[in-house]
Every structure is written in C-alpha cells, then in structure tokens.
C-alpha cells in the first residue's frame, strides 16, 4: 500500500473504532472478542482498502465484515448467550449517583445480555449504527420482516423491565 | 417511551469505554496477510516461466520491478529514533526476506530473500534475490531504519561500496577505457558526484574494480594499488599500497600485501601494522593473514587461519594459515589502531562481522552477539526461531 493511502486508511480505521467496538460489544457481549472481532475486521479492510477509496464504502465494508466474522465465530463456538467476562466493570465508582449509574449499567449490559444474538445484533445496528431496516435486513442476510419482529420482541424484552426506565414513563 | 428506551440503549453503548485501537498491529497484520498472498502469486508465476525456460527465471530476476516489492515492516513513526540508535550499536541482519535492526521488534520483511548487507549511516544497502535459496544474481535495495524501502538498479556485477558513518554508498561504471565513479546519496538515490578514472583493471572478475567509501574518499582496488580519490574534488590522493579488497571506514584503509597495514586516507599515512600476527611457516615464508577494518576504522579483525567450508558453505573445520594442521581452538585478534592495545577471541574468518559503530557481531543459531572490541565484553540477544540461517550485515561478501 502506498504511503499516502496508508496515512488515509490510519485516519479511517481512528475514526470508525469506537462506534464499532460500541457495537460489536453489544452483539458479542465480551470486550476483548468485541476487540478482536473489530481489529480482524479491520485488517480484511487494509488488504482491500486499495479498492475501496471512499470512506463511507470502506464503513460499510468493515461492518459487513464484522457481522460476517463474527456470524462465523458464533457458528463454530456454538455459542448461545454465554457471556464469559465482565462489561460492566469500571473502576473507581463510589459515590451514591455513580454507584445508581453504575446498577442500572449491570442491569441493561444483563438484560441485553439476555437477548438472542439476532435481537442483539438488529438493537445495534439499528440504534446504534442508525441504519434503516432495509440496511440491517441486508447485512444481517434476512428479510425485513425479521428485522422488524425482532427489533419489536427486543424492545419489548427490555421494556418489560421497569427499573430501566423511569416511573411513569411506561404507558405509551 | 420507545424513543426513551432506545436512548437509554445508546446512552449505555455510549458510556461504554474504548480501549485505544492498536493501529500498528492491526497494519502489521494486513500487511503480512497481504504479502503472504503477494508471494504465493510470484510463486506460481516464477513456477510458469521455469516451466517455460529457466533463463526466463533469470531474466525475470534482472528485471524486477521495484513496485513488485512487497515491503511490511513493524518499525512505527514514532520508532525512527530508537530503531537508528539501535542499530548504530547493534547492527543489522536477516534470514530469509526478513531484516532485523539490532532487535527483533525492528523488522523489516522484503518479500525477497536477503543475500547480504552493507552499512550506511541510517540504513543498509541490501544485495536481494528472487531466489528463494538466495544464490541467484542479486539487485540491490536500500532499506531505511525508518522502514522504508527503495530499489537501486545498480548495473552490472558490482558490489557498491557504503560509508557507514554517512548516508552514501558508492560504485563504478565502465566509461571507454577507465571508469566512472558515482557517488549516490542512499536514502534519497540523488547522484551527489560522478567522477571519471583511467585505471588498468585485470585481477578481480567483477566487471568493474571494488570499490570503498568513507568520508570524502572512494578507494579503488586497481591493478598497481588502491587508487584513492576525493569525490567532492575529483582529485587524487595518494595511493594506498595494494591489498586485498578495500576495506575503509572512519578516513582509513587497509593496505599493504595482506592488508595488514592501517593508512589514513589523504596522505596515505600509515597508522598501524598487524603484519606479527601473520601465520609464518617453518621455511620462513612471507605467511598469511586475513585483515578487516572495522567500519568505524577504529579496529582491525586479523585472522590467521583457513576455514575449510563444503559446497554449501558450512565450515568443515579450521587449519593453520602456516599449514595444514587442525586448529580446534581457532582465535581471530582485534587490535585498536589507535592504541595498539589487542584483544582475542573466540572464532576463525567467517565468525565475525561488525555493526556500523565498529563492534564486532556473531550469530549463533537464532543468538546475536555484539562485542566490544576494546574490551571484549559481548552482549546477546536472541531472534525469532526460524528456518534458515541468519546473515550478518558489513561483510564484504556477505556471510
């Protein structure tokens, strides 16, 4: 790779691994897989960054990437929804606000936790990475009708859970 | 509520915290992935032309095109200082199409097998083959202690001569009758003299004569004596009595019959003689030895045996330069030409090559070691397991 194109690809992979590390721990659940899984991704980007120029090609290509991948990880981990380390622990918590941050942190990284990895993955994507359903049906390979039930049967796993939210704010 | 839900979802992926992304890793990685595929695309296209021809080979050797390098390397921005700091004490040295700087987290892989290496002041002038076993006709690269490659096209069968206190290597052309000096700034390629000799030229087979650089002077190794001239002038200076292959570093060169005799460049001043360490026979002889300039020109490595070596190069075992007698514990002696003062060592002729700032350097196996040459105290350190032997650089025919 050239020089130049090197400096480019530098600055794109800085500027696009928080949202897709955010995502990718979201989906996997674990942190160092969610760093693993982004760092593979983005080397399968450097060999075919000299292809892909624009930037905003390049992010979807990382992403489809890590969505392949990681499909892949689950397949021959025959993973369920074992999470095997903590993503919730952040030292240095001590005063009374902190620590209610930091109950309420364990309680969604447990309820997200406890959604299936499909759930999982059309909760990121969509709200995390804002896609439309059209774009997460294509990269999830389903159709938008499992885009949206799952997206409704996520959301209401979660909702069932009043802590989460405030009081009163439950009634649509 | 919904959009209160998904903002709670974002707020805690928000709060998530990053690790900081290892970037060097992650392009260590692509490229490596990236050269694999590079190499086994030349494979299988230096697999049809073989089938073809084998001259084909050969000619596809001559003519390799400098963007066909595949380069990667872990020496980062923020390494550059480090890495020539290193490697200005530690040298340098390669196995297969890998080069190391003093260290092996300062890598640099060619893509091409690594013949042999000469020192410059931020880098190496590297002979580098096609060839997978590494004895094909080479090309010469120069490669950066910043990680940076670039291909020389040097013409012809020449071994260029470096300055390894300074960013320069030299070498000759054939030009009518004489020849043509060329003095190139290595990092850059850019040409900062050219300079015209007549010489008579018959002992070496090389198409041009040898050739050193240190300083302000190239050394010639012509028929009669080295030829020394000031390639910032043009001018000759005087001659230093003929020896074996220019051997210079910090203003000095070898010279005299077995190279044996120290000279400062300029007047041809003779600084110090290692001509009592020759291996004299019974019958009274002239003798033998083996004399080196380190390429700093602070120390001399003198040798006083043979080493029998097979078709493959691996040493067989070591007899007197006086005869033919084993030597079981064969020594080579440094001697500080300042000082006179002489150290011994270890070893016999192909045990010891030198890093740029004048220590002597050995591989064991996947063990480098570093000795100072005053003193002798040595330090080691040891390389990646791999197959293949390791190959020290400022050897004049390699090692």
Excluded at chain 1, 90 to 102: C, I, P
């Amino acid at each position: 790779m050239r020089q130049t194109s090197e400096a480019e690809y530098s600055d794109f992979a800085r500027a696009v691994w928080p949202q897709l590390y955010r995502t990718a721990v979201m989906i996997l659940g674990d942190r160092q897989l969610a760093e693993d899984l982004v760092q593979s991704a983005l080397v399968k980007t450097y060999i075919a960054w000299p292809k892909l120029r624009e930037t905003d090609k390049a992010h979807a290509f990382t992403r489809r990437v890590m969505l392949n991948v990681s499909r892949d990880w689950f397949r021959k981990h025959s993973w369920s929804r074992e999470n095997t380390s903590d993503t919730t622990t952040d030292a240095g918590a001590s005063s009374d606000d902190h620590t209610t941050a930091l109950v309420e942190r364990v309680a969604m990284a447990d309820l997200l936790q406890a959604l299936p990895v499909g759930q999982r993955s059309v909760v990121a994507l969509r709200f995390l990475d804002d896609l439309s359903v059209q774009e997460t049906a294509d990269l999830l390979n389903v159709t938008t009708g499992t885009v949206k039930s799952q997206t409704a049967a996520a959301l209401t796993a979660l909702r069932k859970h009043v802590h989460l939210v405030p009081e009163g704010s439950l009634h649509d | 509520m919904t959009d209160q839900l998904i903002e709670r979802i974002r707020s805690h992926a928000d709060a998530e915290p990053v690790p900081e992304l290892d970037l060097a890793g992650v392009i260590r990685r692509g490229r490596r992935v990236h050269r694999r595929r590079s190499v086994a695309r030349r494979s299988i296209a230096t697999l049809a032309i073989g089938a073809l021809a084998g001259a084909a080979v050969l000619v596809g050797t001559r003519d390799s095109d400098p963007r066909q390098l595949e380069v990667s390397t872990s020496i980062t921005a923020g390494d550059v200082d480090l890495v020539s700091a290193a490697y200005r004490t530690g040298g340098a040295f390669s196995r297969g199409d890998t080069l190391w700087f003093s260290d092996p987290d300062y890598s640099v892989d060619l893509g091409v097998t690594i013949q042999l290496m000469y020192y410059t002041a931020n880098g190496v002038v590297a002979g580098v083959t096609n060839d997978d076993a590494g004895d094909v006709k080479r090309d010469y690269v120069y490669v950066g202690t910043d990680g940076t490659v670039r291909e020389l096209n040097l013409p012809g069968k020449i071994v260029p001569g470096t300055d390894a206190q300074a960013d320069r290597f030299a070498y000759l052309t054939k030009q009518g009758s004489g020849y043509e000096i060329h003095v190139v700034e290595a990092s850059t390629g850019r040409e900062l003299a050219t300079r015209s000799f007549d010489a008579s030229y018959t002992w070496a087979g090389w198409d041009v004569p040898p050739i050193g650089l240190t300083g302000e002077y190239v050394v010639i190794g012509v028929d009669k004596a080295q030829q020394v001239i000031n390639w910032r002038t043009g001018e000759r200076a005087a001659d230093v009595p003929v020896g074996q292959l220019p051997s210079t570093g910090g203003g000095r060169a070898l010279g005299g019959d077995l190279a044996d005799v120290t000279y400062e460049l300029g007047e041809s001043r003779a600084l110090r003689s290692t001509e009592d360490l020759r291996a004299v026979e019974d019958d009274g002889g002239s003798g033998w030895a083996n004399n080196q300039l380190s390429p700093d020109g602070r120390f001399v490595l003198t040798t006083n045996t043979f080493v029998e070596v097979d078709d493959k190069g691996r040493v067989l075992g070591v007899v007197s330069g006086a005869g033919n007698e084993p030597i079981t514990d064969p020594a080579v002696y440094v001697t500080d030409v300042a000082t006179g003062q002489r150290i011994t060592l270890p070893g016999h002729g192909r045990t010891y090559g030198w890093t740029p700032d004048g220590r002597l350097m050995r591989v064991d196996g996947a063990k480098v070691t570093t000795c100072d040459g005053a003193s002798g105290d040595c330090s080691s350190r040891t390389m990646p397991a791999g197959p293949g032997t390791i190959r020290m650089a400022g050897k004049y025919l390699g090692s």
